[in-house]
T-cell receptor
Framework: ETGVTQTPRHLVMGMTNKKSLKCEQHLGHNAMYWYKQSAKKPLELMFVYNFKEQTENNSVPSRFSPECPNSSHLFLHLHTLQPEDSALYLC?????????????FGPGTRLTVL | KNEVEQSPQNLTAQEGEFITINCSYSVGISALHWLQQHPGGGIVSLFMLSSGKKKHGRLIATINIQEKHSSLHITASHPRDSAVYICAGNTGNQFYFGTGTSLTVIP
């Protein structure tokens, strides 16, 4: 049990659907992250929230919309996705120590876009 | 070219063998991380280090700051060590990830 949970674990959606991924951490961390992992590629950092404020948005298309209502919860809202968005989406959290963040990962959501 | 390069990409070993996975990076970082990802996706942080060497059980991680190089060693490897091992460096929020080394340990 890593203390970071993600739901759902698997999601299949059509390109016109709207869905949301949820991440929750019970570790008392201040920072939360969304990553995309595609086959044979490095993990791609999508968004970073620190104390509920978004601090990084790595040129992610607007069809991905993050939301962080509090330090324990993070959402990724999905709409009009493309088949190439199919990937494993990982959430992580960390304590906020400048320059030295150990991350704790959730189990991921396997997303398939048809 | 990726900022973090790992070698080898794939590795098959017999149970009991000593294993080394290498990581080189080309950017300035505050810390170097070794992560383990099992089939199914879950990622576990194995080590975070900024200098020297760390040891947890059969796992040893070393880093050479001057050479921008880190190694992960597994002693007395076991089939349950089969996983993808990912090297990552970070400075603040900015993380740089390698593509991972897929390790298979055969009984």
């Amino acid at each position: 049990e890593t203390g970071v949970t993600q739901t759902p674990r698997h999601l299949v959606m059509g390109m016109t659907n709207k869905k949301s991924l949820k991440c929750e951490q019970h570790l008392g961390h201040n920072a939360m992250y969304w990553y995309k992992q595609s086959a044979k590629k490095p993990l791609e950092l999508m968004f970073v929230y620190n104390f509920k404020e978004q601090t990084e948005n790595n040129s992610v298309p607007s069809r991905f919309s993050p939301e962080c209502p509090n330090s324990s919860h993070l959402f990724l809202h999905l709409h009009t996705l493309q088949p190439e968005d199919s990937a494993l989406y990982l959430c992580a959290s960390s304590p906020w120590v400048a320059g030295y963040n150990e991350q704790f990962f959730g189990p991921g959501t396997r997303l398939t876009v048809l | 070219k990726n900022e973090v390069e790992q070698s080898p990409q794939n590795l098959t070993a017999q149970e009991g063998e000593f294993i080394t996975i290498n990581c080189s990076y080309s950017v300035g970082i505050s810390a170097l991380h070794w992560l383990q990802q099992h089939p199914g996706g879950g990622i576990v942080s194995l080590f975070m280090l900024s200098s020297g060497k760390k040891k947890h059980g059969r796992l040893i991680a070393t880093i050479n700051i001057q050479e921008k190089h880190s190694s992960l060693h597994i002693t007395a490897s076991h089939p349950r060590d089969s996983a993808v091992y990912i090297c990552a460096g970070n400075t603040g929020n900015q993380f740089y990830f390698g593509t991972g080394t897929s390790l298979t340990v055969i009984p």
